[in-house]
């Protein structure tokens, strides 16, 4: 466990030896989401570093703190707290979040590489400057509907996530069962709060502080996430950055292309 700034104890797992690479989880799961990444990049010989957020998985539930201010400040906990250098970091979804404030905030402190998978930088929101961007109104309707009843919003939320029934998408129903486990063990306050917190903070600002070579990773099916106001956005504003575009892949293809995804994470890294 790391102790953050306002005492939140997070749980680290702290896998294998060498240069470090930090794994951070998408909404509404924790650090075992990355299990298809985080094992072979270890067997690969790198430290591979996965946490759960605040208020998600096994780390502490606070009622306060969902915010992209604190939870870079976690981030830079766990990276001092750990003495990490050298390192690279990875943000999938909502964790793309932490990686960009991160860079701006803490001025990218021991950050060697940085990537972007399937992640909501720079702006999720639809508005006059950003018309590709998501209706403010289904920020709404996923917030009513974790308060009405999130265990079997969160089923739903999940057959979207793995793109259920599309060619470049699916899983298996244990997969899905597994999601929904690592959901549910979530604090509510948290999972709600965190959707204004991903769907509403704007992170244009901090693509200038990306001074790292940068992976930016994203499935053209993506109906969670949509491609255009967010990973390719956030490839054009971040100075050499990297784009691959999986054709057709939705949100979660850390399981539904999983191998894909490693392979390109660990070019990268080694490149």
Known sequence: MIEAADGTRLHVKDWGEGRPVVLIHGWPLNADSWEYQALPLARAGFRVVAYDRRGFGRSEQPFTGYDYDTMADDLAAVIDGLSLRDAAIFGFSMGGGEVARYMSRHDGKGVRQAGLISSVV????????????VDPSVFEQMKEGLQKDRPGF???FFKGFYGMGTDAGGVSDGILKWSWMMAMMASPKATIDCVDAFGTTEFRPDLAAFDVPTLV???????????????????QGIAGA??????????????????QLTDDMLRFLRG
């Open 242 to 259: 990297e784009l691959r575009e999986y054709d057709g892949a939705p949100h979660g293809l850390t399981a539904t292309h999983a191998e």
């Open 154 to 156: 969160l089923q739903d």
């Open 122 to 133: 720079p702006y999720m929101k639809k508005s006059h400057d950003n018309p590709d961007g």
């Open 217 to 235: 990773v994203h499935g053209t099916g993506d109906q969670t996430v949509p491609i255009d106001p967010s990973g390719r956005a956030a490839a």
